[in-house]
């Protein structure tokens, strides 16, 4: 079973599921040329699909286009369901950085069909995680920046005041759709600046100094 686990402890929590939101920052929005939601677009992604801060992402054999998506991810730690603002606040235990790996070759060929995005998003080593700091620990202000590199070089730079949707209203709304449960992980949306990846590329992402991962493409 793949865990989260907590940064400077011994503490891990098995992870239940990867929940994900989409269209969460207009300048990437507009780099896809996708139209601005009135509500948080939302998919899932499996835990298999999870890897940790040195391991490496398989770029698929169906694929000619990955791409990297940097963002912030929430650990949920309690059970909530139809959570008001209060309760969706107490129940982010812990932040980390993660990387949405995403085929957009094969993303663009679905939505023109109209069918979901889920081989796209849901393959193998296509959710990069690293450890989480608990929000007793460090509660986060929005003015953080999150961060990628591709071989040394910035791609992806922002705070989080460009979110559309703050962490807290994204849990309240997911808890509208769904039961959240403990060890659940909410990837918030990518700032702009995404782009693709090579086999043999390294890849830096993190937040501020809170937390960071590094990688590599295989």
């Known amino acids: 079973m793949k865990t989260a686990k907590i940064k400077n402890t011994n503490k891990e929590l098995p992870v239940q599921k990867i929940v994900c939101v989409g269209r969460n920052y207009v300048e990437h929005i507009q780099e896809l040329g996708n139209e601005i939601p009135s509500k948080p677009v939302i998919f899932i992604k499996p835990t298999s699909a999870i890897i940790y801060a040195g391991e490496k992402i398989i770029y698929p054999t169906f694929s000619q286009d990955m791409h990297h998506e940097v963002e912030l991810v929430l650990l949920i730690g309690k059970t909530i369901k139809n959570a008001d ?18 085929l957009r070759d094969i993303q663009a060929d679905l939505k023109r069909k109209g069918h979901p995005w889920t081989i796209s998003k849901c393959f193998d080593t296509s959710a990069v995680i690293s450890d ?27 705070p989080f005041t460009k979110m559309m949707f703050k962490p807290v209203k994204l849990v309240e709304y997911i808890s509208s759709l769904m039961t959240l449960e403990e060890g659940d992980l909410i990837f918030t949306g990518t700032p702009k600046g995404v782009g693709k990846v090579n086999k043999g590329d390294k890849l830096e992402a993190g937040i501020d100094n809170l ?8």
């Open 211 to 218: 937390v960071s991962l590094n990688c590599s493409v295989e």
């Open 132 to 158: 989480f700091i608990l929000k007793s620990d460090y509660q986060l202000t929005l003015n953080e920046e999150i961060y990628l590199k591709v071989n040394g070089e910035y791609r992806q730079k922002d």
């Open 85 to 102: 603002r209060q309760t969706s606040e107490d129940a982010i235990l812990a932040y980390g950085v993660g990387l949405d790996m995403t």
